[in-house]
T-cell receptor, first 113, second 110 residues
Framework: NAGVTQTPKFRVLKTGQSMTLLCAQDMNHEYMYWYRQDPGMGLRLIHYSVGEGTTAKGEVPDGYNVSRLKKQNFLLGLESAAPSQTSVYFC????????????FGPGTRLTVL | QKEVEQDPGPLSVPEGAIVSLNCTYSNSAFQYFMWYRQYSRKGPELLMYTYSSGNKEDGRFTAQVDKSSKYISLFIRDSQPSDSATYLCAMKLIGDKIIFGKGTRLHILP
């Protein structure tokens, strides 16, 4: 069981470039989440999904898009990266609708120059 | 007033000591209270959670919730260097998203 995996682990972008972060889980969880973690800000929810084909906005969705075409995958897209999107991005999955028990991936460190 | 407040630390204690980590919150409607541990450059992992008020114990870890004071605590007994990490408290309403604290950095000194 790999749990939750994230690709890539590190990435450097220039302002205006686009990229997609991939999250995969092998635990057959319905619920998946994307967070960003910034110094002094804690974890903030970007988008989440309650099942295959569904997505919803979280606390800080602007500048990001997501897709959940397959139950095991949750993609986070940045269409036009900005320096303010420099952060560590974590994906998480949960077996319960309450989202109390979340399993996190190892994170993607993104720097936007 | 922020919804969840947590002292960022760092908190340094000698090995074997009892550690007390705390969070305060403003929303009296929170029902679930969680503690996550995050090692450097890793994702958070759930340590334990409690529903509503009271205590919960798991090995060397004890979580306490005092809803009257809007205050939660995590105690670590017989602390070990491997406990050195950032500890995130988190809370949620039923049917709503989790609100995370900013985390307290803990250093256990050998």
């Amino acid at each position: 069981n790999a749990g939750v995996t994230q690709t890539p682990k590190f990435r450097v972008l220039k302002t205006g470039q686009s990229m997609t972060l991939l999250c995969a889980q092998d635990m057959n969880h319905e619920y998946m989440y994307w967070y960003r973690q910034d110094p002094g800000m804690g974890l903030r929810l970007i988008h989440y999904s309650v099942g295959e084909g569904t997505t919803a906005k979280g606390e800080v969705p602007d500048g990001y898009n997501v897709s959940r075409l397959k139950k095991q995958n949750f993609l986070l897209g940045l269409e036009s990266a900005a320096p303010s999107q420099t952060s560590v991005y974590f994906c998480a999955s949960s077996p319960d609708g309450g989202g109390v028990t979340q399993y996190f991936g190892p994170g993607t460190r993104l720097t936007v120059l | 007033q922020k919804e969840v407040e947590q002292d960022p630390g760092p908190l340094s204690v000698p090995e074997g000591a009892i550690v007390s980590l705390n969070c305060t919150y403003s929303n009296s409607a929170f029902q679930y209270f969680m503690w996550y541990r995050q090692y450097s450059r890793k994702g958070p992992e759930l340590l334990m959670y409690t529903y509503s008020s009271g205590n919960k114990e798991d090995g060397r870890f004890t979580a306490q919730v005092d809803k009257s004071s809007k205050y939660i605590s995590l105690f670590i007994r017989d602390s070990q260097p491997s406990d050195s990490a950032t500890y995130l408290c988190a809370m949620k309403l039923i049917g709503d998203k989790i609100i995370f604290g900013k985390g307290t950095r803990l250093h256990i000194l050998p």
